[in-house]
């Protein structure tokens, strides 16, 4: 059974930061690309960040800089590490893996919140 597990959300203050994980099932993890992809309350779908299987890393541009994709291939972990978050980064956070030949998505893990507020 495929499954994709995030954990690690909550709520933080501006400039606080959250480390994101997401547990993944049922691939040979190493092989995948993933991505982690958000959507703010009223808005649509935003990817954060995509990580490779060899590692290469890419951005959005609302949060390069601050914000670092990372996985564990002997821990079939996805990570993101957030800092210097700020109130506009609240959103829904979801794990994903990535096609990069279709640029698309086939499976999502259920979220996780993560809300930046004073």
């Known amino acids: 059974e495929v499954q994709l597990v995030e954990s690690g959300g909550g709520l933080v203050q501006p400039g606080g930061s959250l480390r994101l994980s997401c547990a993944v099932s049922?691939?040979?993890?190493?092989?995948?690309?993933m991505s982690w992809v958000r959507q703010a309350p009223g808005k649509g779908l935003e990817r954060v960040a995509t990580?490779?299987?060899?590692?290469?890393?890419r951005y959005g541009g609302s949060v390069n800089g601050r914000f670092i994709i990372s996985r564990d291939n002997a821990k079939n972990t996805l990570h993101l590490t957030m800092n210097n978050l700020k109130p506009e980064d609240t959103a829904v956070y979801y794990c994903?893996?990535?096609?990069?030949?279709?640029?698309?998505?086939?499976?999502w893990g259920q979220g996780t919140q993560v809300t930046v507020s004073s």
């Open positions: 994903a893996k990535y096609r990069p030949n279709s640029w698309s998505y086939d499976y």
């Open positions: 049922g691939f040979t993890f190493s092989n995948l690309h």
């Open positions: 990580i490779g299987t060899g590692g290469t890393t």
